[in-house]
């Protein structure tokens, strides 16, 4: 069963003096192939604090879609993971999900026998 897994940035908000990003809305969608109406998605918003003189610091004008989920994979780590590895967590929990609508729904059917 093949399965497409898609990284988004839904919308950003940004302080227009400086041009910091401060919050961020960001969605994880997984979907089957080939039952369209099996999906799980994971989502959230990301609040930042950007600081203008921060030797990282990355203007609203300079950001790519890239640079923006980089932070968002940063957030999600939990202990001692990678940022790699949290992205991942996130991709296969909801693989597994979908998974499982598709295993039910192709295990189920409706009718009756007569």
Not at 18 to 45: F, I, L, S
Not at 76 to 91: F, H, Q, V, Y
Not at 95 to 105: D, I, L, M, N
């Amino acid at each position: 069963m093949a399965q497409t897994t898609t990284w988004s940035i839904l919308d950003m908000q940004r302080d227009t003096a400086t041009g910091g990003v401060t919050t961020v809305y960001w969605e994880c969608r997984v979907q089957d192939d080939t039952e369209t109406d099996c999906v799980a998605v994971e989502g959230g918003k990301l609040r930042l604090t950007p600081d203008a003189n921060a030797p990282d610091f990355v203007a609203y004008s300079a950001l790519t879609e890239a640079t923006v989920l980089g932070w968002v994979y940063d957030s999600l780590i939990e202990g001692d993971e990678t940022a790699t590895e949290a992205k991942t967590r996130i991709e296969t929990d909801r693989q597994g999900k979908v998974t499982a609508q598709v295993a039910k729904k192709t295990g189920e059917s409706s009718g009756m026998p007569w």
